[in-house]
């Protein structure tokens, strides 16, 4: 089993529409959780991140994390098709050396 | 500030040939990555370096090798290329300490290995 599950879509919306992305996780030593956006052939980018449980809002951006369930979740609200990219959650903590674990990535499409 | 930056941008080799992916950042950041991506398999860490002269291996270390003589400058070695080595690489750096949760990522080198 994955330390990191996420499930890899496609994930299709149109414009305006409430985008939920989601990953769960098996090691509760897990204290940071993060999420990546990553465009077409670039490189993977900070959106946002959380420590330890609760929710965090940025613009059309909520992450939450609910650590008894071993599940964070990224919530889009008013998507736009500038938000079509892959969205990658990460977790890290004191596993042996703070390395960062990533998710596989969802790819998110949004129509116009 | 140019950030992360690697080279070269796209890669062919032959199976059995040799090549270094070079890899800058000018953040002085201490810590610096190589990552491998591949479909369904997310990200993928091949080496860390903690600071200057330091190196670990990561997940998947076999058929790598990697360099850290300057602060700046994390290079990558491929020994003797096999196909599945064919992925996208990515070079990362962050700031040293427990709270890794912001790495910069570089654009990426596509590497083909025929």
């Known amino acids: 089993q994955k330390e990191v599950e996420q499930d890899p879509g496609p994930l299709s919306v149109p414009e305006g529409a409430i985008v939920s992305l989601n990953c769960t996780y098996s090691n509760s030593a897990f204290q940071y959780f993060m999420w990546y956006r990553q465009y077409s052939r670039k490189g993977p980018e900070l959106l946002m991140y959380?420590?330890?449980?609760g929710n965090k809002e940025d613009g059309r951006f909520t992450a939450q994390v609910d650590k008894s369930s071993k599940y964070i979740s990224l919530f889009i609200r008013d998507s736009q098709p500038s938000d079509s990219a892959t969205y990658l959650c990460a977790m890290s903590g004191n596993t042996g050396g703070f390395k960062t674990i990533f998710g596989a990535g969802t790819r998110l499409f949004v129509k116009a | 500030n140019a950030g992360v930056t690697q080279t070269p941008k796209f890669q062919v080799l032959k199976t059995g040939q040799s090549m270094t992916l070079q890899c800058a950042q000018d953040m002085n950041h201490n810590s610096m990555y190589w990552y491998r991506q591949d479909p369904g398999m997310g990200l993928r860490l091949i080496y860390y370096s903690a600071s200057e002269g330091t190196t670990d291996k990561g997940e998947v270390p076999d058929g790598y090798n990697v360099s850290r003589l300057k602060k700046q400058n994390f290079l990558l070695g491929l020994e003797s290329a096999a196909p599945s080595q064919t992925s996208v690489y990515f070079c990362a750096s962050s700031q040293p300490g427990g709270a890794t949760y912001e790495q910069y990522f570089g654009p990426g080198t596509r590497l083909t290995v025929t």
């Open positions: 959380t420590y330890s449980s």
